[in-house]
């Protein structure tokens, strides 16, 4: 695992953002796997900046979607679809035939579950994923306690994710959907590289049981410790905990400029 030490969101969201460039560039039609929540934000700003500036050419690139709330009503705002489809395909200036997405509103959620990880894979699977992190160490909405091995499939969410979440329901809590799709841990580690941005002192406690502490399922994010190839950036603030911090910033430093990340 590697670790980046950044200043700012900002400077996340570039640095992230380039190696997304880069890999559009060796393959135009990667397949990219977003998440939702504030943290990736800066990322989607900057890889549009770069596409509009005509840095990269992201036409051919194909979006798909982390995790869902169940049971919203179709082209609800709060839909982590119609976020994705605002936040990342329109600003790329992709159309909704580029996207992948779990169905929420399926009557079957199983089958709607087991048919998005088919899907994944019929694709060839996704190339880049990029993940944020819930205060309790959650990825997608993989809840602590979750399987490792876990694939696509419907998820409860926790008090405390609500509560985080209910900014984007007018801080009502109770119109925080307590079911989700997510896509399980397992299939998160069949992506080729896995990219984690945290920002904020709050999420310094997760990042440092990710980064530093024993795989755990009681940690989901930790679970990219078994990956061979899963970038964690962090700015200062989230970074905060960890106590191998100092080496991570030598070891930056002093990177191959060629291997990016
Ligand atoms: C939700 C999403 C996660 C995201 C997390 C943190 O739970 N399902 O994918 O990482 O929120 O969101 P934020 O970045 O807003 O803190």
Known sequence: ??????????AGGELIATAIADLLTRKPDALLGVATGSTPLPIY????AKVRSGAV??????????????GLPAGHPESYRSVVLREVVEPLGLGESSFLGPDGNAADITAACEAYDQALADTGGVDLQLLGIGTDGHIGFNEPCSSLASRTRIKTLTEQTR???ARFFDDDIDRVPHHVITQ??????????????????????????TVE?????????????????????????????????????????????????
């Open 57 to 70: 050419d992201a036409a051919r690139a194909r979006i798909c979607q982390l995790d869902e709330y169940v």
């Open 213 to 261: 502490g024993p795989v755990s399922a009681l940690v989901p994010a930790s679970a990219l410790q078994l990956h061979r190839h899963a970038t964690v950036v962090v700015d200062e603030a989230a970074a905060a905990h960890l106590k191998l911090a100092d080496y991570f910033r030598a070891t930056y430093a002093a990177k191959p400029h060629w291997q990016g990340l």
């Open 163 to 165: 509560i985080d979440n």
């Open 45 to 48: 700003t900057a890889l549009a």
């Open 1 to 10: 695992m590697e670790v980046v030490i950044v200043p700012d969101a900002a």
């Open 184 to 209: 399980g841990i397992g299939t998160i580690l069949d992506a080729r590289h896995l990219v984690l941005l945290a920002t904020g002192a709050g999420k310094a406690e997760a990042v440092a049981a």
